[in-house]
């Protein structure tokens, strides 16, 4: 009887030693494609990479003699032509899991006022547009922002359109750059972000704010909002991908939908 319930437990044990290293493969390869849809330039290289297999395919199956010579020759060192091509990809993928895990404690707008920071945000956009001055607000959500935050102007004041607008007049030493939100707080101002490098992804003819939002929203999961200097128009910037020219209306949305943070654990 003994035996029989060593047994089990044998079982049982190797049964959950296999679920949890097929939950953590799952996890792994579920995270890595989650963030490798940001990046534009690995669809390419995936399609480029499957055309060439392609190829490679049929000069086997026709037995081309010099194509099956040069395929050979990068097949050797397939590893290391990997880890040349993918280094900026895998930086980025590195950065995102260290942000995730960095221990940051998020804020839930929710328990300081999420209404009044989105009433806050599109006073200051709405002033903004209507002026046609140049501005980058970045508001972190669950990855942490503190890389950007530490090498800028420190604020941390409480959000409000007064002091969002002052700190954007052209007139002021820390007009440039963006500004980044933690909750209701203004950490800093003058923060230089990641510019995206991807033309394909952006509008013509836009400025360095639009491809330093869309680069952060590549790297992390900030909601970035610009309002060009050129235009007055809104854009947001999120998951990789930019909304250009949106109204005050769809604003609304965007920050009543995705402002919010995972709760924090005290």
């Not at 395929?71 to 280094?87: A, H, K």
Request: glycine residues 4%.
């Amino acid at each position: 009887m003994l035996e029989l319930d060593i047994y089990f437990i044998n079982v049982a044990l190797d049964f959950f030693v296999k679920a949890l290293d097929f939950i953590f493969l799952f996890l792994i390869i579920y995270s890595t494609l989650k963030i490798l849809t940001f990046s534009s330039r690995i669809i390419n290289i995936i399609k480029g990479m499957l055309y060439l297999l392609i190829i490679y395919f049929f000069s086997n199956l026709l037995d081309l003699y010099i194509m099956n010579l040069v395929f050979n020759s990068f097949i050797e060192f397939w590893p290391v032509l990997i880890v040349i091509i993918f280094t900026p990809e895998i930086r980025m993928i590195l950065e995102r899991v260290g942000r995730n895990y960095a221990g940051n404690k998020t804020i839930n707008v929710e328990k300081v006022g999420k209404d009044y920071i989105i009433e806050e945000l599109i006073k200051t956009t709405e002033y903004l547009s209507k002026r046609r001055i140049g501005s980058l607000i970045a508001i972190e959500r669950n990855e942490s922002l503190e890389d950007f935050i530490k090498e800028s102007t420190p604020y941390k004041i409480r959000v409000s359109s007064e002091v969002l607008t002052t700190i954007f007049i052209p007139s002021t030493p820390v007009h440039d750059g963006a500004v980044i939100i933690r909750g209701e707080n203004i950490m800093c101002a003058r923060a230089v972000l990641p510019n995206c490098k991807n033309e394909e992804k952006l509008p013509p003819k836009v400025g360095t704010r639009h491809r330093a939002a869309l680069g952060l929203s590549e790297q992390t999961d900030a909601i970035t909002i610009v309002v060009s200097e050129e235009t007055g128009n809104l854009s947001v910037a999120m998951n990789g991908k930019l909304d250009y020219g949106i109204t005050k209306e769809s604003l609304r949305l965007y920050l009543d939908k995705y402002i919010i943070t995972k709760p924090t654990k005290d």
